[in-house]
Structure formats: structure tokens, C-alpha cells
């Protein structure tokens, strides 16, 4: 690792100073962006001897890492945070440090397919965050064990993480409830509970737009729509996404792939096969771009540039 990682021998009379919130600069579209302004602010974080802020900074650093999926450089950052929290002369303060740690540590070991590992971290997570009332950081680590676990047993963390945003006096632990919302329709939708599925979904539209959240708004309109053709309501689906799809021509959305492809899929049901082509070709061309999808769903790709001739 570079030297903008190396965090000891900070000095112990250095008058720490005002950082800017951590989460404030994240763009989760561009993590490499994000990477590049939490390593410009290590130097000073270091001379500061801010041990709870880089015990954060150095966790969420290591999530840029993850979204790129270069997973072993997450685990090294994710060390050098670990030595960070357990050296810290003051581990009263590291509270918030320590949760995030094992939150970003799990979704490093999520992403990379290591679920039981990710789980233990995500309830050391849970455990420490809702024994010193960090509502939103527990609500996280909930949300991340239900998205983990299989069966059953995922429902049931996605319903105690959204009885504990409903019931939280904290602000921030109430913005979990759009997201929520949206995880727990996509469990329904997941097996074959259309109709649970769609009330879930509407809910998390309604809050979207309660928000004023103009790409959360779009994505539940396209998730609503997706229902739709689950639900074999195919007229209905298609009208929701040439919506969706008019406010990309129009610009008020960007180009997404997840929309051309629904278009598509509806048109192929429709038997519209000369139609669909050009949607599949411009889905193929976006999605394939996603370093995910490249990695986990090779066989959606290939049926999408299959479908485009």
C-alpha cells in the first residue's frame, strides 16, 4: 500500500481540527472519485492524531475498494482500521469507528460470496450499535444480515430493522425506511409473492417522493414496473417503463440499462421481436459496463447481446 495509508506515529499533542463529514463526500456512482477525496484528507487526519475519524475514514476507504470489487486491497485497508480502532488510547471514542469497521468488513465478505463470514461481522455490528443507541448504524447491519441470509430468516431481520427505523427518534435512522421499503418488496417479489410485493413497493414510492428523492422516485417507479410484469400485467409494465424512458430522452434522467432491458422484455412478451432488438442492444451496451453484472451475471448479458441481433 502507498504511504497515504501509513497511520502511525501520530503526534500526541497535535490540537485535532474540523474534518468534514465523512459520509458528505461519498458518490457511490463513482467510488474511485470518492477513494481519491478520503485519501487526501489521511495526511491531516494523521497529524490531527484523530483516531475516531480515521478509524471511519479508513473504513468507508476500504468500501471504495470493495465497489470496485478488488476485495484483497478492502482487507488490507480494513486491517490498518482495525489496528487504528484497537491502538487508539482513547477506545471510549471509537465506538462509532468500530461499528463501521465490522459493517464494511462484512460487506467486503458479502460481495466477495463469503456470507457466513459476512453475517458474524454484520451482528458485531448490530450487537455494538444497538447496545450504545446508534439506531442507524444497527438499522444498517440489520438490513445487511437480511441481504445475506437465505430463507426465512431474511424476512425476519428485514422486519426488525424496519420496526426499529419506524420507532427511532433519530432522523437518519428514519431514512432507512425508504430503503427498506424496497429490500423487503424484492423478498416478496423473490418468491413469487407478486401482490405483498407491489404494496411494499408503493410504499417506498410514496416515500421516495415524500423525500423529494428524484432518482429514488425513478428506481421505485422502474421496481413498480418490474412488479407489473411479474404480475403478467405486461400493457401496464411497458407504460410505466416508456415513462421512465421519456424522461431520459428528455433529460431528466440519465441513460439506464435496467429500463431499456424492461422495454425490451415487454416487447419480446408482446412479440414485438424487431422492436425489442434496439433496447437489448442499448441495455447490453450500459450494463455491460457495470463491473458486477460483468463478474455475477455473464449468462443476462450474453441472453441481452443474443436478443439485440
Known sequence: MGSYLYFCGMSEEKKQEEFP???SLWNYSDPKETAEKF???IPAVKEANDSPYLGELLGQLARTQSLQMNFVEAHVILDM???VIAES???EEMTRAKVRYHLER?????SSNEKLEAMAQFKFAY?????DGLDSYAIDALHMLAIAEEGDAQMEWHLKALAMAENSKDEKARKWLGPLYNNIGWTYHDIGQYDEAMEVFQKSLAWRQEQKDAKGTFIAHWTIGHNYRSLNDIDKALEIQMQLLSEINEGEADPDGHVYEEIGECLLIKEQTDEAKPYFQQAYDLLSQDKWIETNEQGRLERLKSLAK
Do not use: F, M, Q
Open 127 to 131: 450487537e455494538i450499535a444497538e447496545k
Open 106 to 110: 462484512g460487506r467486503t465478505y458479502n
Open 81 to 83: 482500521a482495525e489496528r
Open 89 to 91: 488510547a482513547k477506545p
Open 39 to 41: 485519501r487526501a484528507l
Open 21 to 23: 463529514v465523512i459520509d
